[in-house]
Nanobody
């Protein structure tokens, strides 16, 4: 059974920074493999969950337009962990942030996520 546990959220003022972590366990598949591209997603109150960032084979990355230049996704294979460095945070970034496998074939159930609140 694959487990994904997000952490690192909190309350920060606009312009501040946070680093989110997603620890993956319970699988023999590497989060750095070509079939285990990872992604970060977020859901604000009253809104649908949306894509934020992904990291794929050869560590290629992709970002939603709303976070380009501010967020950086990365991974540490030794720790089975995916990170999301969030800089210059804006109130619009307030949401619950989730990690998951990017490929729908590898996707597992959504966890509890980690709350990010940005005050103006």
């Amino acid at each position: 059974q694959v487990q994904l546990v997000e952490s690192g959220g909190g309350l920060v003022q606009a312009g501040g920074a946070l680093r989110l972590s997603c620890v993956v366990s319970g699988t023999d598949l590497s989060i750095n493999s070509s079939v285990n591209s990872m992604g970060w997603y977020r859901q604000a109150p009253g809104k649908e969950r949306e894509f934020v960032a992904s990291i794929k084979s050869a560590d290629s990355t992709n970002y939603a337009d709303s976070v380009k230049g501010r967020f950086t996704i990365s991974r540490d294979a030794a720790k089975n962990t995916v990170y999301l460095q969030m800089n210059n945070l804006k109130p619009e970034d307030t949401a619950v942030y989730y990690c998951n496998f990017f490929s729908l074939r590898a996707r597992v159930g959504w966890g509890q996520g980690t709350q990010v609140t940005v005050s103006s």
